[in-house]
C-alpha cells in the first residue's frame, strides 16, 4: 500500500542444484559454474517449489528453454511494447480457434465460481476427492485435452500444478481475464494508456 515500496515475489533459482543430491545436479559442473547466472533463473516461488520438487518433469534443458523465452519475450517487450499487444490477441485467437469448446465450458465455470482458479482433468469412471473450488475437465469431453491444455501452458495461460497421480493446473489471471471480458488484464490497461495519449 506504501506507494514508495514494492514486494518482490520473484525466487532465484538454480538450474542445476548448488550441492549433490540437489535437483538437477551436475558433477561435471565447477563450483564457479554452479554459482553463474546462466545456471540461474528467475521465477515464481510456486514454480520454483515445484520445479525442485519435480526434477525429471522439469529437466534443464526444459528450464534453459524457459529462460530463453522469457529473456526473448522481456527483450522484444522492451524493445516494441506495442508488439505485445497483437501477440497476446494473436494468441488468444489461436487457443479460441483450436479449442473453442474447452474455453466455452472454462468461461461457464466462471461465470459460476468467479474465484476458482485451480482445475484437474479426470476420465468420467474415476473418483477424486477434494475440499474446495476445484473445477474439473473431463477426457470424455475434450479430444486431446492434454495436447489442448499444453498449448495453454505453453501461452502462459495455464500452469502446471501437479503433487500427485493428478493432473492438476491452475489458470493465469490473464486467461481469467480474458474469458470474463474477452481481453486479458494488461492489454486493456495498455489500451487504455494509449486512448489518454500516454502510452
Known amino acids: 500500500m506504501d506507494s514508495g515500496k514494492a514486494i518482490n515475489v520473484g525466487v532465484a533459482a538454480h538450474i542445476t542444484a548448488a550441492s549433490p543430491g540437489g535437483p538437477r545436479f551436475n558433477p561435471s559442473q565447477t563450483r564457479r559454474q ?5 545456471n540461474g ?3 515464481c516461488q510456486t514454480c520454483a517449489k515445484l520445479i525442485d520438487n519435480d526434477p525429471i518433469r522439469y529437466s534443464r534443458e526444459l528450464l534453459e528453454n524457459w529462460k530463453r523465452t522469457a529473456e526473448a519475450a522481456a527483450l522484444r517487450a522492451l524493445e516494441n511494447p506495442l508488439s505485445n499487444l497483437s501477440e497476446s490477441s494473436d494468441a488468444y485467437r489461436k487457443v479460441e480457434r483450436l479449442m473453442p469448446e474447452l474455453l466455452a465450458e472454462m468461461r461457464n465455470d466462471l461465470a459460476e465460481s468467479p474465484l476458482s482458479r485451480e482445475f484437474v482433468i479426470l ?3 474415476w473418483t477424486y476427492l477434494d475440499r474446495g473450488n476445484l473445477l474439473v475437465y473431463y477426457f470424455d469431453d475434450h479430444a486431446e485435452l492434454t495436447n489442448k491444455l499444453r498449448i495453454l501452458q505453453n501461452a502462459c495461460m495455464v500452469g502446471n500444478i501437479t503433487r500427485n497421480n493428478v493432473d492438476r493446473y491452475v489458470m493465469s489471471e490473464r486467461l481469467v481475464e480474458y474469458l470474463a471480458n474477452g481481453m486479458p488484464a494488461n492489454q486493456g490497461m495498455h489500451t487504455a494508456a494509449q486512448e489518454s495519449g500516454d502510452g
Do not use: C, L, P, Q
Open 34 to 38: 554452479r554459482r553463474s547466472i546462466e
Open 41 to 43: 533463473i528467475w521465477i
Open 123 to 125: 476420465e468420467r469412471s
